[in-house]
């Protein structure tokens, strides 16, 4: 669908975990987000737990699950990354999935795509160096980045409740806030085209 008439539906987004943990604080902070956009926007949740190590020699005949991946991807008008912190970074898997979603070179899904990045951690600076290196890599993938207000959970073990739901009031705010601005930003740029 044509980003002109895209704009007057539902808007979709996809959204990535970068834990692949049952009872992921970060997979329960996108349920949040999805909650949240429940009325204006479609969360589609891309799985990249099965998706194969990136080989350049399969690059133009990707697997199955990459061919699926992508074309989730092109089909939203957007993009929720959350991610934990793991060794002062964020996970592989994750990069393994933008490594896949960034070819072919020069026609990738994700260029001009609006995004954001969250994350929660149960250490006590969320995931914020995690998130700053995954916004360098994102800028370098031509992606447009909304980066405030910033929605870094740290003590997360403490900031969900037993059904998932963010019972931090200021961490729920800010998610809020980053969420209607992820929306201005995706309709902004349809207005555009």
Not at 49 to 73: H, K, Y
């Amino acid at each position: 669908m044509r980003s002109s008439m895209r704009h007057k539906c539902k808007l979709r987004l996809a959204g990535f975990s970068g834990s692949l943990r049952s009872g992921s604080y970060n997979t329960m902070l996108l349920s949040n987000a999805r909650s949240i956009l429940a009325d204006r926007a479609t969360v589609e949740l891309v799985d990249i737990a099965g998706i194969p190590m990136f080989n350049q020699d399969f690059e133009c005949a990707p697997p199955e699950s990459v061919l699926r991946m992508n074309e989730l991807v092109w089909g939203c008008d957007g993009v929720i990354i959350s991610t934990p912190q793991y060794n002062a970074s964020f996970p592989g898997v994750l990069k393994n999935a933008l490594d896949w979603l960034s070819r072919p070179r020069g026609q990738s899904c994700l260029s001009g795509k609006p995004t954001v990045v969250i994350g929660a951690s149960i250490g006590p600076t969320g995931s914020a160096v995690a998130q700053a290196q995954l916004r360098t890599i994102l800028t370098y993938l031509d992606m447009v980045l909304i980066t405030h207000p910033m929605v870094c959970i740290g003590h997360a073990n403490e900031k969900f409740d037993e059904t998932g739901a963010l019972t931090d009031k200021e961490s729920r705010q800010r998610l809020e806030s980053l969420m209607d601005r992820l929306l201005s930003a995706i309709s902004r740029l349809n207005d555009k085209g």
